[in-house]
């Protein structure tokens, strides 16, 4: 039994038309993809894809907001890291010219004009150690100080202040401090650093020589309070000078007193060859120590006050040098002056390494977020990116059916019975 089907010309007609419709579609959309260089052109291409895509995107734009704000704040360290090589070196400069002031050849004036010119050392660190980034915001400002984080000279007892917060802003894997701890580098603490400045005075009309060294640190500290953590001031009193219980020995008492008394008041004493300068160990301040040298008399007292800041270090080797009377009084302030900038210089010289680890950590985070980018970029790619190959060949393949479904249509088209009849 035969089965007959009849097709309607418009139908056929209809149906050519509507799969050319579709080739030529699907032809724009490749050509689309191919001109974008995306397989994701919309998300309802591959919503898979496409927040896949979106997420890495996102990623993307994060690390390059990290990079900048990293590039920023390794700018502001590296300015602070050359600020303190520039405060070493004005200090370094500044000790020269101090040590020149020890000649016992000068005069009083000249001494002062070294004074004066020391001065001007003096006031270059102060506004170094205030200098801002360019963003106005001070390098040393710890964690958060005023615009000019040191202040200064007040009144004493601290004649110089860190007008902020001590600490250094800890780094985290993406970013670095902005600042560096200015209290850490230019402030000073007793029982940490030993910064004292010694001031001695003499019975009047005895004339003779007495110098001190500077006051060392009695490692380890007492565990026990003392005035160290209490910014105490002392003061050594010879109190006898013994040349005769002991033939050819010299034997020297004093007592120290305290302010504000912690635990004091002390006493002790010490010994020499008569025939020698006096050579004594003063060891009887918990956690310090201090040598006399001369021909120490009765009355004589030796004064230790903390002195909180390099600047203050600074202003005392001005004064003391520049109102010296005698050679014998420019050489214990040249050495004082000296023992302490070099205290000071260490302690800036430790803050600018840690800035120049900053720096290398900063190179490691750049370095490891141009990695993750790579990787993330990666992601994003393979996510919505065009196989080209694919892309040119698919394409190729659309626009030959495209042609083929043309070609046909217009040869089907001709067949008609009137075309016959005609």
Known sequence: MANFVRLGSANAYDTALSNIMSRQTALANLQENLTSGKRVVRASDDPTGAAQAERAITRLARIQTD???????????????????????????????????GNASHSAQERQAIANELKGYRD????????????????????????????GPQGLPQDYTFAGQPGQ???????????????????????????????????????????????????????????????????????????????????????ISETPNVTG?????????????????VTAIPGLSINVRGAPVVGDVLTL??????????????????????????????????????????RISAVRGQAGDLLNRADRISNNQEKRSIQVEGDRSRA?????????????????????????????QKLSLFNFIS
């Open 384 to 412: 919505e990116d065009l196989d080209m190959i694919k892309g040119v060949s698919d394409f190729q393949n659309q626009q030959t059916g495209y042609q083929a479904a043309l070609q046909s249509y217009a040869q089907v």
């Open 124 to 151: 270059q660190i102060f506004a170094m150690a205030n200098r801002q980034d360019t963003n106005g915001l001070p390098l040393f400002s710890a964690l958060g100080s005023a615009l000019a984080p040191f202040v």
């Open 67 to 101: 990079q900048r704000a990293l590039e920023s704040q390794r700018a502001s360290i590296a300015q602070a890291e050359a600020t303190l090589g520039d405060v070493n070196t004005a200090l370094q400069s500044f000790r020269e010219l101090a040590a020149t002031a």
């Open 305 to 346: 006050d903390p002195r909180p800041s390099i600047f203050s270090v600074l202003d005392d080797a001005i004064r003391d040098i520049g109102n010296a009377p005698n050679s014998n009084a420019s050489m214990q302030a040249v050495g004082q002056a000296l023992h302490n900038v070099d205290i000071g210089m260490s």
């Open 169 to 255: 802003v800890a780094s985290n894997e993406v970013s670095i401090p902005y600042t560096l701890d200015g209290d850490r580098a230019f402030m000073n603490m007793p029982g940490r650093d030993g910064v004292f400045n010694v001031t001695l005075t003499t019975v009047a009309g005895a004339p003779h020589e007495l110098r001190s060294s500077g006051v060392t640190l009695v490692q380890p500290l007492p565990a026990a309070p003392s005035g160290l953590s209490s910014n105490s001031s002392y003061a050594i009193t010879i109190t006898g000078v013994d040349t005769t219980s002991v033939p050819g020995t010299t034997t020297v008492t004093y007592d």
């Open 265 to 281: 008041p002390f006493s002790g004493s010490s010994s020499y060859p008569s025939n020698t300068p006096a050579n004594i160990a």
